[in-house]
């Protein structure tokens, strides 16, 4: 299941950052994850906690929860902004607007790489930073922002996210080149080069269609395809991605 991929993901030392989520209805409420949980959001693992995945809500630039924002004790483990973000991306032409550099974007989407972000700049003055640590550190220097949210006290997490605050508290705990490790680091192994005909392709559907994920080969070539979900899902879409979240040396479909 999905759930354990993540399980697997984090006793492999890997910190998942996921997001809220937006509005999902006509009327554009927001959405307590507490009264209806989405996933992976949500997940909890027995003899793991919260630490399993990290949650991000979105703010404005004034810390007041987006509008368009999911959030939910339990679910929501931390904020960070999420309006007005740049995109380097090209848009679907069906919305007339192709560029270099898109937006300014709002999103949750947007606001859980700010904290993926911060958890790669702690990993690069600690590699051996867990995803319980990475956890820790990321809530404990939060800014809060109760009260710029006093309906939704318990339900933005920690607070929002302070990157400055985050590293200098685990540099000071956890100085470079003071490593705990035991082990000898040799020389980089070299990255072995894989045969173009190796290569797969994983495409999703977009909105407006069911949930078939295909698997193509480097030639084009349809390898296997099958439903991300039950044949009667709503047709939103899916977003996906793959990496070797077991250690096993083989990606899987996330």
């Not at 997001?19 to 927001?30: F, H, I, K, Q, V």
């Not at 392709?201 to 099958?226: A, H, K, P």
Request: with cysteine; glycine share 10%; aromatic share 8%.
């Amino acid at each position: 299941s999905l759930q354990r991929a993540f399980v697997h993901a984090y006793n492999a030392g890997v910190t998942t950052v996921v997001s809220a989520g937006n509005y999902t209805n006509e009327l554009r409420t927001n959405r307590d994850l507490a009264v209806k949980p989405m996933y992976p959001a949500c997940f909890n693992e027995p003899g793991i906690g919260p630490e399993l995945v990290i949650g991000v809500a979105s703010v404005d630039s004034t810390d007041v929860l987006s509008s368009f924002s999911n959030y939910g004790g339990g679910c929501i483990d931390i904020a960070a902004p999420g309006e007005g973000v740049p995109g380097t991306l090209y848009q679907s032409a069906e919305l007339n607007q192709l560029q270099l550099y898109g937006g300014a974007w709002n999103g949750t989407s947007f606001a859980s790489p700010m904290v993926a972000g911060a958890v790669a700049l702690m990993k690069a003055v600690y590699p051996e930073l867990t995803p319980a640590q990475a956890y820790t550190y990321l809530t404990r220097t939060a800014d809060p922002i109760i009260a710029q949210n006093p309906t939704h006290a318990a339900q933005v997490g920690a607070g929002r996210l302070n990157i400055a605050s985050a590293v200098a508290l685990l540099t000071a705990e956890h100085p470079p080149g003071a490593s705990t490790s035991t082990e000898q680091v040799s020389a980089v192994a070299p990255v072995p080069v894989v045969p173009t005909s190796a290569y797969r392709v994983v495409v999703g559907q977009d909105t407006g269609t069911d949930s078939v994920v295909r698997i193509l080969r480097s030639t084009g070539e349809m390898e296997d395809e099958f439903h991300a979900f039950s044949e009667s899902y709503g047709g939103s879409g899916i977003s996906l991605t793959t990496g070797d979240t077991d250690g096993d040396g083989a990606q899987e479909i996330i």
